[in-house]
Nanobody, 122 residues
Framework: QVQLVESGGGLVQAGGSLRLSCAASGSIYTVNRMGWYRQVPGYQRELVAG???????NYADSVKGRFTISRDNAKNTLYLQMNSLKPEDTAVYYC????????????????WGQGTQVTVSS
């Protein structure tokens, strides 16, 4: 019913920048909160940044001042601008969305994208 598709990952040198995008499509009725998570093999998935429907944001301490999350509500698209990248930012980055659908307007559900690899070389 709802698909989240990430793009923009890749290989970059330390100090470089990348911009991730996440396009949400399908039978979306409302979009509540969206966010970016990341996961390294053998570790739990962790929140990188989140943004509410009203535009309030929060960030993991490790990315504050370097990453910026934003959203285009008209396009149902989420972004993550990543600057001053470090090798420890290497991970698979996942888009997350909390939404209601046309079929279930009264129920919030959580959706995940398939992930996009970000690799930062030293």
């Amino acid at each position: 019913q709802v698909q989240l598709v990430e793009s923009g990952g890749g290989l970059v040198q330390a100090g470089g920048s990348l911009r991730l995008s996440c396009a949400a499509s399908g039978s979306i009725y409302t979009v509540n909160r969206m966010g970016w998570y990341r996961q390294v093999p053998g570790y739990q998935r962790e929140l990188v940044a989140g943004i509410t429907s009203g535009g309030s944001t929060n960030y993991a301490d490790s990315v504050k001042g370097r990453f910026t999350i934003s959203r285009d509500n008209a396009k149902n698209t989420l972004y993550l601008q990543m600057n001053s990248l470090k090798p420890e930012d290497t991970a698979v980055y996942y888009c997350n969305g909390v939404m209601t659908t046309v079929q279930r307007r009264g129920a919030l559900s959580t959706y995940w994208g398939q992930g996009t690899q970000v690799t930062v070389s030293s």
